[in-house]
């Protein structure tokens, strides 16, 4: 693909996966989420804001289309429970939206766009902690780009992109950024 | 977002709208079994009090311990105050004792602008004399922002539930427009003023509707109105809210009786009735039944009175996390 052929490919850099990609890719994980629970039976999907949740409603999309199932939907934000919140400012929380029939005992699919340190992960664990007892949780990310610092990986993952720490992977989805793409950039200064 | 919350001047109407914008989101721990965050884990909090409060002082106390941090409540009744020891000398005291926040209610006006020079915490003003009390305020236009503008939470999600979407069902924007009426004592009030200042920074407009006597004398410089006459006003407000006659600061006649306050500007049921079908009657409490409201007024559907109460927990906890949940002030390490 050329990066002319994208308008952010100047800002953001290169474009990794462009919208066709990214759809695949989500219906991939969709099909993989009803194999590996035996059909979606009480399956709950809630996406990490801000783009976890955007994704979250695509792939319940997907799986409506799939199996006629209605898969409920919603969002957890981890903001309270991260452990890196007194290295910035106080940041303004994001949305969480469970659906009415709560987590207890239901599998937790947890959708993000991208799983980096693993740490946005655990804090999400936290958060669900004191919302119930899931009878399971998974994970499920568009974009694995490496890096664990903790014992954390992926169920579902929509493309395994090997990067270096320097490196910035920026996920552009249609409901936020206007166009779906992942980006791959060189860190620029004054970025975290 | 400045270190202190001092006055609701210091507020700039961004900051107003991120406060009330993460309350409406931690009012939804209400709701929830484990109603406790990790937040503020390891941070001490110290309630300062050297005036009788019961609400402003647990509700501080349960919006710190709900952020998980640790909580020191201090009064000066059975403290070393007793024994004349000063406010600096108590400052400096809760400082080496490394209070990340100090809640100070005081007597005197601008006690707490005092402390903030003392301590290097955050310092929060729960009320100084009869200057301002900030969080009183951001309370009230949270709960005005509830009740009038929609969402009480807890409906469908919407279709996609990032961001800041226009579908949300949580009460959000700005008070613009809003129409308020302050009745009563606003010479003693540090509610009103705080008031004033931070809902006309949200966009609302506030006339205050008091005797003359019970007026300010800058209160022309207030950024509101001023009526002598609550029937002509009550028509027109969308809110309505109620001060106490503040009888214990009280050291001259202002008023002849208080049969004759509470008929000219009381609320009784008459009164209500001329209300707009939509409007809502507030008062921070604590009440004086039959004297500035009527009890069937009180205890009516449009008092919020008791709804102001639980969002000041909410609102107190979205003050002390966005004050202390992050990153040191620079000014504090150098």
């Known amino acids: 693909m050329c990066a002319a052929s994208s308008p952010v490919a100047g800002r953001d850099g290169l474009a990794v996966l462009d919208a066709e990609e990214i759809r695949r890719a989500l219906t991939r994980i969709a099909h993989e989420i009803l194999e590996r629970t035996h059909g979606g039976d009480e399956v709950i999907l809630l996406g990490i804001p801000t783009r976890g949740v955007p994704l979250a409603y695509r792939l319940a999309g997907r799986i409506a289309e799939f199996e006629r199932l209605v898969v409920p939907c919603g969002s957890l934000d981890v903001t309270m429970h991260r452990d890196d919140l007194r290295l910035h400012p106080a940041r303004a929380l994001g949305r969480t939206e469970l659906p009415a029939e709560g987590v207890d005992g239901k599998t937790v699919v947890l959708v993000d766009d991208v799983l980096y340190s693993g740490r946005t992960v655990r804090a999400a664990l936290d958060a669900l902690n004191d919302l119930g007892r899931p009878r399971a949780v998974q994970l499920a990310v568009l974009v694995d780009r490496g890096h664990r610092e903790l014992p954390i990986r992926a169920d579902y993952v929509g493309k395994n992109l090997p990067t270096s720490q320097r490196e910035v992977v920026r996920v552009l989805l249609a409901e936020v950024d206007g166009q779906d793409a992942v980006m791959i950039g060189e860190e620029k200064e004054g970025q975290p | ?334």
């Open chain 2, 1 to 334: 977002m400045k270190r202190h919350l001092i006055s609701a001047a210091d507020l700039s109407r961004a900051d107003a709208l991120l406060i009330l914008d993460t309350a409406e989101e931690l009012a939804q721990l209400a709701d929830r079994p484990i109603k406790k965050l990790p937040t503020l884990r390891g941070r001490t909090v110290v309630n300062l009090f050297y005036e009788d409060s019961t609400r402003t002082r647990i509700s501080f106390e349960a919006a710190a311990k709900r952020l998980s941090a640790d909580v020191i409540n201090f009064s000066a009744k059975g403290s070393s105050v007793a024994k004349g020891e000063s406010l600096k000398d108590t400052a400096l005291t809760l400082e080496a004792m490394g209070a990340d926040a100090v809640v100070i209610r005081h007597p005197a006006s601008g006690a707490a602008h005092r402390l903030a020079g003392w301590v290097r915490g955050s310092v929060l003003n729960a009320g100084d004399g009869t200057h301002e009390h900030p969080t009183q305020a951001l309370l009230d236009a949270f709960t005005i922002r509830r009740r009038l503008r929609g969402g009480t939470g807890g409906r469908a999600a919407p279709p996609y539930a990032g961001g800041s979407g226009g579908s949300s069902p949580r009460a959000s924007g700005a008070l613009d427009g809003v129409r308020v009426t302050i009745v009563g004592d606003v010479l003693h009030s540090r509610v009103a003023r705080s008031n004033v200042l931070l809902l006309s920074t949200l966009g609302a407009e506030v006339t205050l509707a008091a005797p003359p006597t019970l007026l300010p004398l800058a209160v022309g410089s207030w950024p509101c109105a001023v009526s002598y006459d609550l029937d002509s006003e009550l028509p027109k407000s969308d809110v309505v809210m109620m001060l106490r006659v503040q009888q214990e600061r009280m050291n001259a006649a202002y008023f002849p009786s208080v049969r004759e306050y509470s008929r000219r500007y009381g609320l009784d049921v008459a009164r209500m009735a001329r209300l707009p079908d939509h409007a809502i009657v507030m008062h921070p409490g604590p009440m004086n039944r039959g004297v500035e409201i009527a009890a069937e007024v009180a205890d009516s559907s449009r008092s919020t009175i008791v709804e102001q109460v639980a969002n000041g927990v909410t609102t107190r906890m979205a003050v002390l996390y966005l004050l202390l949940g992050g990153t040191e002030f620079p000014a504090v390490t150098q």
